[in-house]
């Protein structure tokens, strides 16, 4: 079975960087998207950026020109460039896949926190 394991979540002050990574394992096939979700307590979860497999990306209003989805394939890693953090951006990010057969694979999440 597939699996999705994220990376690289903390504790920045607004202003701040991350790099969430998540890396794929037990040979998930056929991508053909490639997301980046968010949660906060008392919120929806929210779809941030996702990557298609001809590499279009598209992005939530609320992070265009500050984050940036990208991936490695050749490592199977998704991973999301944080830049210019907001307190706003604290949630658990989660990564996710979905394959050209409609397949859905999710990750255990990592948590930002971003302080004033």
């Known amino acids: 079975q597939g699996q999705l394991v994220e990376s690289g979540g903390g504790l920045v002050q607004a202003g701040g960087t991350l790099r969430l990574s998540c890396v794929a394992s037990?040979?998930?096939?056929?991508?053909?998207?490639m997301s980046w979700y968010r949660q906060a307590p008392g919120k929806q979860r929210e779809l941030v950026a996702h990557?298609?497999?001809?590499?279009?990306?598209n992005y939530a209003d609320s992070v265009k020109g500050r984050f940036t989805i990208s991936r490695d394939d050749a490592r199977n890693t998704l991973y999301l460039q944080m830049n210019s953090l907001k307190p706003e951006d604290t949630a658990v990010y989660h990564c996710?896949?979905?394959?050209?057969?409609?397949?859905?694979?999710w990750g255990q999440g990592t948590q930002v926190t971003v302080s004033a």
């Open positions: 996710s896949i979905t394959t050209v057969w409609g397949n859905e694979y």
């Open positions: 990557i298609n497999s001809g590499g279009s990306r």
């Open positions: 037990g040979s998930i096939f056929a991508p053909r998207t």
